[in-house]
Antibody, heavy 117, light 108 residues
């Protein structure tokens, strides 16, 4: 059974880069879309973007200028980088799998990232 | 961008009652690409319904989804204590993928 686990710093300073990694276990990272989704405290869900196993990407236009998602198939991992963060980027960050033509069926447990000096 | 508006914001009901949650889209799209999720405090969302009406693996049959075009509904036929949570609709027909603002189902 595929499982996802986020990892990375829980505290990032303003204007620095937020970096997170999602490790895929129990299955292959191939043939799926690998996504990042975030949830600010007490608010709803926002899709950040995805990377396909082949390397193609798509990002939410609201974040596109600051986001990069990459993949390392040899390690069964994919990563998120968000540049120039502010307090508004404080959120729980989730990684999630989406099969072609389908929706988010498997989620990581989420990791809290706080932007503060 | 497809905007999803959920109503009501909060639904106060008792165990055993029926819950009806609404999700309205800013433009019409195929029901094949509408999902519902349940989220409990401190947990990741859990997929309940995909394709507007198909239950995900392991989801009890008291959960049902319906709708088409711009109007979609999630129904919980008889609320169990574990059903009190926040529910989100989500479209995956076009980018950016978007979620509704959520409906909280709370114990009355």
């Amino acid at each position: 059974q595929v499982q996802l686990q986020e990892s990375g710093p829980g505290l990032v300073k303003p204007l620095q880069t937020l970096s997170l990694t999602c490790t895929v276990s129990g299955g292959s990272i191939s043939s799926s879309y690998w996504n990042w989704i975030r949830q600010p405290p007490g608010k709803g869900l926002e899709w950040i973007g995805y990377i396909y196993y082949s390397g193609s990407t798509d990002y939410n236009p609201s974040l596109k200028s600051r986001v990069t998602v990459s993949i390392d198939t040899s390690k069964n991992q994919f990563s998120l980088k968000l540049n120039s963060v502010t307090a508004a980027d404080t959120a729980v960050y989730y990684c999630a799998r989406r099969l072609p033509g389908d929706t988010f069926d498997i989620w990581g447990q989420g990791t809290v990232v706080t932007v503060s000096s | 961008e497809i905007v999803l508006t959920q109503s009501p914001g909060t639904l106060s009901l008792s165990p055993g009652e029926r819950a009806t949650l609404s999700c309205r889209a800013s433009q019409s799209f195929s029901s094949s690409y509408l999902a519902w999720y349940q989220q409990k405090p401190g947990q990741a969302p859990r997929l309940l319904i995909y394709g507007a009406s198909s239950r995900a693996t392991g989801i009890p049959d008291r959960f049902s989804g319906s709708g088409s075009g711009t109007d979609f509904t999630l129904t919980i036929s008889r609320l169990e204590p574990e059903d009190f949570a926040v529910y989100y609709c989500q479209q995956y027909v076009s980018s950016p993928l978007t979620f509704g603002g959520g409906t909280k189902v709370e114990i009355k």
